[in-house]
Each structure stands twice: as structure tokens, then as C-alpha cells.
């Protein structure tokens, strides 16, 4: 259990992508349940009626694994909560230095960027590759200006860094917030990727996904707001990337 942004859903996909777990809605079809032992992740358990007949069904049955931003109204072996979700400071610290490539002026910024995060991984990530993209000397000042936020942080977060991508980097994004999970030979295929040489921010390797990566799913609807595709330009898309 964790609150927004903490990083529960990224997670729990990219879990279930590599195969190893399957996601489960309820209500569900009983050809949906695995036979094979593989844990069921159910993600926004605080939906769940408790005392509804396809809970009970499950439960004891199959194993599970539930996610959710409010107290899980069900009784459970292992409970993992914020505090074990977030970061440490000297997490976050690691995190930025990696970003930055400069460990002398991560270690006078992680403290704020804990601080204004929370140690939240998905709004450290977000913030970390925001700063990177920014002047040395403007970061701090940047950063500073996050406790002014009116609103989700990671929404801002999101729309501040699609703003500091290179328009290569920014129209790649674009169109595959639209897509699942495409490897290079994909994106080379319907153009996507043409003139980058390395993955941007926002895109992140899927798990064993075998070179595949994706937009992580709770930052794709931010994704399609700030920068959205034409109905013909979406269209189009689809239908090339189903045609393959």
C-alpha cells in the first residue's frame, strides 16, 4: 500500500510482462485465472468488495498479490507500506548522481529532492532526469520552485521534462504513449526511432521483454494530454503497428 507515485503500477507491470505473474479485474472470467501456480496481481484492491462471491473465491486459492493507495480491506501474510516503497535519502541521492553524472552536485540537491518527493522512485526518477536535462547552475533554483507546485507533482513533473527533450526525443514519446511495449526493430519499422541514439527519459525497458520497452502505463494518459496525437495521426499509428 502506497500512495500516488510511489511506483506500484510500473512495477507490478513490468512484473507481469516478463510472464512470471498475471494481472487479474474483477470481475473476471474464470478462463482468466492461471492453472499454471503463477501469483495474481490485483491492482486498486481498495475497489475490491471483500465480501463479494469472486473474492472469496479466490482467496486461498490462488496466490495474490494486491496493490492499492488505501489500507487493504482484507486481511493478508505480508503487508508492504510506504515506508517500505520509498526511498532512503542516500537512495535518492544514488539515483540523481547516476542521472546527473556529477556526485558532487547530486549531494547538494538530493536533500531537497527527497524532501520534495518524499522518496517517492517514480518522482525521484522524473525529477532526477528533469535536472540532468537543465544547467548546472539552474538546478537548484529549478528544483527549489517544485514546493510551489499547485497540483500532482508527477503530472508537472511529466509535462516539465517533456518540455527539455531534444523534438526527436519529445515526437518518439509522443507516439509510443500510444503503443504497448515495442522492441527497436518495431520502432525502427514505423519510424520512430529514426534519429535517436539512445532511449529518452519517460521510455523504460520492459523487464524480460527481450530489448522491449514501453511508457510506463500510469504516465501515459499525462503523455497524451500535454502532447496528443491528431485522430488521423493515432489512427495511422495503430493500424501500422497492427499490421505488423
Do not use: C, N
Not at 120 to 130: D, I
Not at 194 to 205: F, R, S
Amino acid at each position: 500500500m502506497a500512495g500516488s507515485g510511489a511506483g506500484k503500477s510500473t512495477l507490478l507491470q513490468q512484473w507481469v510482462q516478463t510472464g512470471a505473474a498475471v494481472f487479474l479485474g474483477l470481475p473476471y472470467k474464470d478462463e482468466e485465472l492461471p492453472v499454471d501456480g503463477r501469483p495474481v496481481v490485483i491492482d486498486g484492491v481498495e475497489r475490491v468488495d471483500p465480501d463479494g462471491a469472486q473474492w472469496r473465491r479466490l482467496v486461498g486459492v490462488v496466490p495474490l498479490v494486491l496493490s492499492g493507495r488505501e489500507p487493504i480491506p482484507v486481511a493478508a501474510v505480508d503487508r508492504l507500506g510506504a515506508g517500505h516503497l520509498g526511498f532512503a535519502e542516500d537512495e535518492t541521492y544514488q539515483v540523481l548522481a547516476a542521472a546527473l553524472a556529477d556526485a558532487a552536485g547530486a549531494d547538494g540537491l538530493a536533500p531537497d529532492l527527497h524532501l520534495l518527493t518524499g522518496g517517492w522512485p517514480a518522482l525521484v526518477g522524473l525529477a532526477a532526469a528533469w535536472l540532468a536535462r537543465l544547467p548546472a547552475a539552474e538546478r537548484g533554483a529549478s528544483l527549489r520552485q517544485l514546493a510551489r507546485v499547485d497540483g500532482p507533482l508527477r503530472e508537472h513533473l511529466v509535462g516539465a521534462l517533456l518540455q527539455v527533450l531534444h523534438h526527436e526525443e519529445r515526437e518518439f514519446v509522443r507516439r509510443l504513449a500510444y503503443l504497448p511495449a515495442v522492441d527497436a526493430a518495431t520502432a525502427g519499422a514505423l519510424g520512430l526511432a529514426e534519429e535517436l541514439g539512445a532511449l529518452p527519459p519517460l521510455v523504460v525497458p520492459v523487464i524480460g521483454g527481450d530489448g522491449s520497452y514501453a511508457v510506463p502505463e500510469p504516465l501515459r494518459e499525462t503523455i497524451q494530454q500535454r502532447l496528443p496525437l491528431t485522430d488521423r495521426e493515432r489512427r495511422a499509428l495503430l493500424e501500422a503497428f497492427q499490421g505488423m
